[in-house]
């Protein structure tokens, strides 16, 4: 995604994770969560309106939980699909 849309999702969300409220810290850093999935609305990845800060324990349950597809499949792709999340 956009770095500015990033930027513009962290001002508007505070730094704060939306969930938890944590500002975020080295063991759990905050990030971007996609409310609708990229990989089905790819076209929603730098929309503002689909972003919301979390931390990275929220984001894990979020996709752990939300989404099927995330328990079998993305088990082993996680840690790649997280860096690449966090590099943008
Ligand atoms: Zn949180």
Redesign the pocket.
């Known amino acids: 995604m956009k770095k500015q849309v990033r930027a513009e999702v962290f001002l508007r969300d505070g730094f704060v994770?939306?969930?938890?409220?944590?500002a975020g810290s080295k063991r759990?850093p905050l990030t971007i969560h996609h409310i609708m999935p990229k990989s089905k609305y790819p076209k929603l990845v730098n929309d503002p309106d689909n972003c919301q800060v979390?931390?990275r324990?929220?984001?894990d349950i979020e996709h752990g939980v939300s989404r099927g597809e995330a328990r079998t499949k993305k088990r082993t792709r996680r840690r790649r699909y997280w860096e690449r999340e966090m590099t943008g």
Not at 17 to 22: A, N
């Open positions: 994770c939306k969930k938890c409220g944590t759990n979390l931390c324990e929220c984001y």
